[in-house]
């Protein structure tokens, strides 16, 4: 008879993990959550709005896609740099978001789901090109690990 085999997160890996990995991990099990959410829904599910009076799924990824882009153009550089951490406002954030949306609507299931991917890429690319060191550079407490901290739960 066998023991059963405890299993871990990569098996202990997070262990030898730098605070890099463990944040750029957060971020990327959070994006395959969104992936898997999404994985061969049609268009036409994804057209609906999930409630009277709120976005479709299509709508949501367009917005994603947006803000990806946005972190990346607006605040992935004062972050690493200079430590500067975003400051939205809460009625600039509303306008924002339908402005984001409102740009990218002519885009249909297929390409928002492909904005999306190019999106994220640059993003994940932006990130990893952001010195491992020091590692207090990716905590919450510092603009780097907030940003990604706010992008994961988002």
Same mark, same amino acid.
């Given at each position: 008879m066998y023991a059963p085999l405890e299993?871990?997160?990569?098996?202990?890996?997070?262990?030898?993990?730098?605070?890099r990995d463990l944040a750029l991990f957060r971020l990327e099990r959070a994006r395959v959550a969104v992936s898997a959410a999404i994985q061969g829904m049609?268009?036409?599910?994804a057209n609906r709005p999930i409630a009277p009076g709120k976005w479709s799924v299509r709508q949501m990824v367009l917005h994603l896609a947006?803000? #990806?882009? &946005?972190?990346?153009? $607006?605040y992935v550089e004062p972050a690493a740099a200079r430590g500067q951490r975003a400051s939205i406002g809460h009625d600039e954030l509303e306008t924002m978001n339908a402005a984001g949306v409102a740009a990218l609507e002519?885009? #249909?299931? &297929?390409?928002?789901? $492909?904005?999306l991917q190019e999106a994220r890429e640059r993003l994940w690319e932006a990130l990893e090109s952001i010195p491992a060191e020091p590692a207090g550079t990716w905590l919450p407490d510092h603009a780097v690990g907030d940003l990604i901290e706010e992008v994961t739960a988002h």
């Open positions: 299993v871990t997160e990569f098996s202990g890996a997070r262990a030898n993990a730098s605070a049609t268009a036409g599910v947006f803000w #990806d882009r &946005e972190v990346l153009a $607006r002519h885009h #249909d299931w &297929e390409e928002a789901r $492909r904005l």
